[in-house]
């Protein structure tokens, strides 16, 4: 693995105004020696211009949050990161990589979670390189490799969880918005550290039933959403209702027979969890008539 290592050259600036003097010097001496028909000096004169112009191929400027990966005849040489002018052997090849933070908003994603139900999903995830020499030489294409890998990473956590749940025992994607994108970082940024990238963010951004089962899943989700609020108020009614009957059995109001306590239960029960109001029916006699 190749890793990242500084290279930045020299100052650019002092090296152009040199090289623009000595340009300047030569120049002058070629027009001299052109005058005195000097042919040596004509000759010395035009090599040395050529050389302090191939010279200046060595120059290259450095933006900030950029780097710069100097290669020589295809060996990694370093990456140059400080901002400005710099100067660096003429021969050395130089490419330009970001070390912005950039995002990108993947395809919807038709893929079906852990229940079998098909879902559409798609994700936004940031990230930045950190490693250029990795971005460079350990992949083909950084940008390339770093959206095939979060759809990759997008599709797996989508077969990990449920699209809903009912109950806080099971994470899901729809009610666990924070653990699910955390999980969907961390799976992503292992993925993309061989190529010398981290990841800052990754977020959902896109969550649905597919369309051909969207209604039907609709209804099924208002019945389990029924259903689970049905079985949270019978809980509730038998916990008052045991209230109720410890209470009067401790402070003596009233003495009931099993029979009696049954129907009070039962009609506690009627009117704890019916989902209409009760009309109550009064006993003007005694509860034995």
């Known amino acids: 693995m190749i890793r990242e290592r500084a290279y930045n050259g020299i100052p650019g600036l002092p090296v152009l105004l040199l090289l623009i003097a000595v340009d300047a010097a030569l120049l002058w001496r070629l027009i001299s020696s052109i005058q005195t028909h000097s042919a040596p000096q004509i000759v010395i004169s035009a090599i040395g211009i050529a050389l302090a112009t191939f010279l200046t191929a ?25 901002q400005g002018l710099r100067w660096a052997n ?37 990230w930045k390189v950190v490693e250029t020499a990795e971005a460079v030489f350990e992949v083909d294409d950084f940008e390339h490799y770093v959206r095939v890998q979060s759809e990759a990473a997008l599709r797996n956590l989508a077969t990990s969880y449920a699209y809903d749940a009912h109950d806080d025992q099971h994470v899901s994607l729809r009610g666990h918005t924070n653990s699910v994108a955390e999980h969907l970082k961390r799976e992503i940024h292992e993925r993309l550290q061989k190529a010398g990238v981290e990841v ?55 003495e009931l027979d099993e029979e009696r306590k049954a129907a009070m239960v039962s009609n506690l029960l009627v009117v704890l969890c019916g989902d209409r109001n009760t009309q109550p029916v009064i006993n003007t006699g005694t509860i034995y008539q």
């Open 58 to 82: 060595g120059l290259f400027m450095v933006n900030p949050n950029e780097g710069k990966v100097l290669q020589l005849f295809g060996a990694y040489k370093g990456t140059a990161k400080l």
């Open 90 to 126: 003429p021969f050395f090849a130089k490419k330009k990589v970001s070390l912005r933070v950039r995002n990108f908003e993947s395809s919807h994603l038709k893929v079906n979670d852990i229940d079998g139900n098909p879902i559409e999903i798609a994700a936004v995830v940031v």
């Open 200 to 254: 800052l963010e990754a977020r959902i951004s896109h969550l649905a039933y597919a369309p051909e089962i969207a209604a039907a899943m609709l209804q099924r989700q208002q019945a389990g959403a029924i259903i689970a609020a049905r079985q949270r108020i019978v809980e509730g009614a038998v916990g008052m209702v045991e209230m109720a009957l410890d209470m009067l059995s401790k402070k003596s109001i009233v």
